[in-house]
């Protein structure tokens, strides 16, 4: 059997186009599994020791437990304040626990505002692992807690979530009755923030996590507050605006400057301020 040059030349370059798919769908298969591992390791940062509490600065506090309707047993704390404006239910970002939160707890006291703040399964000390379902059973949870275990009222929560915590807190409120919603750096959803990393993969079809603020926000009909940093380079501002765009009347919009992380200490004045008139304006 003999081979011309010209056939080995088309061999060898079948070879070439054959290792170099086969090292495309290579490269393909390790983003997919990459982005699977991510979904499970790189979207929740708990932190289980808890560093501080409102006692270290001055508050009183009751340290609780409660149970998600999936019998997963939670932590947080109630602060009570020295008015009876209204209740803060808060729901925290994706990193760290309650104890990392005390410098926001503490301007929300400075309003009158009792606050309610809980740990997310595997955060803290509450029990179990962190997935997107469980963060909304538990924020369910602790708005039972405290219609049930503290006799509120409603009319009487308002409903404060941060980064990650703001999807919790627009799934919580498309779903109860609740006073009035604050989202402060939500994304418009986990699709939108995959494209912003991998633009060229057909994350629709990979990714399993959802956490869609933009389209349960507009089922959402109570008093809305979105802030959101112009500067935040985690959560683009283009989130925070298109939310605000989606969202129902009443509505207002607060932009900030600073980092994702800092923006509302860097005005904290201004942030208390805001807050303060927000709350005046829509809860008798």
């Not at 290579?26 to 982005?35: H, M, Q, V």
């Not at 699709?191 to 990714?207: A, S």
């Not at 603020?213 to 112009?230: D, F, G, M, Q």
Request: glycine share 6%; aromatic share 14%; net charge positive.
């Amino acid at each position: 059997m003999s081979f011309t040059l010209s056939s080995i030349i088309t061999l060898m370059d079948f070879i070439r186009l054959l290792f170099g798919t086969l090292a495309l769908f290579s490269f393909l298969a390790f983003l997919i599994l990459y982005l699977k591992y991510y979904e499970k390791k790189g979207i929740y940062f708990p932190v289980r020791k808890i560093h501080l509490t409102p006692k270290e600065i001055g508050l009183e506090f009751e340290d609780v437990y409660f149970f998600s309707s999936d019998g997963v047993k939670l932590n947080g704390w109630y602060i009570p304040a020295k008015e009876t404006r209204a209740t803060v239910l808060f729901c925290h970002g994706n990193a760290g626990n309650i104890s990392h939160r005390i410098d926001v707890i503490y301007l929300f006291y400075k309003l009158g505002l009792f606050v309610f703040i809980f740990d997310y399964r595997g955060y803290g000390r509450s029990q179990g692992r962190p997935t997107e379902e469980g963060l909304y059973l538990d924020a369910e949870a602790a708005h039972k807690y405290l219609i049930k275990s503290r006799n509120l009222n409603e009319g009487s929560i308002v409903v404060y979530g941060k980064s990650i915590g703001a999807n919790v807190a627009v799934e919580l409120c498309s779903k109860v009755k609740i006073a009035a919603l604050i989202s402060e750096s939500a994304f418009t959803s986990a699709l939108e923030m995959g494209k912003k990393l991998f633009p060229f993969l057909p994350l629709k079809w990979i990714i399993s996590i959802k956490f869609d603020a933009l389209s349960k926000i507009k089922n959402i009909t109570v008093p809305k507050l979105i802030i959101h940093s112009e500067d935040d380079k985690i959560i683009p501002f283009r989130h925070g605006r298109k939310l605000f765009e989606a969202a129902l009347e009443p509505k207002e919009f607060y932009p900030m400057r600073g980092g994702h992380n800092d923006a509302i200490f860097l005005a904290s004045e201004d942030f208390v301020s805001k807050i303060d008139a927000f709350i005046q304006k829509h809860l008798n």
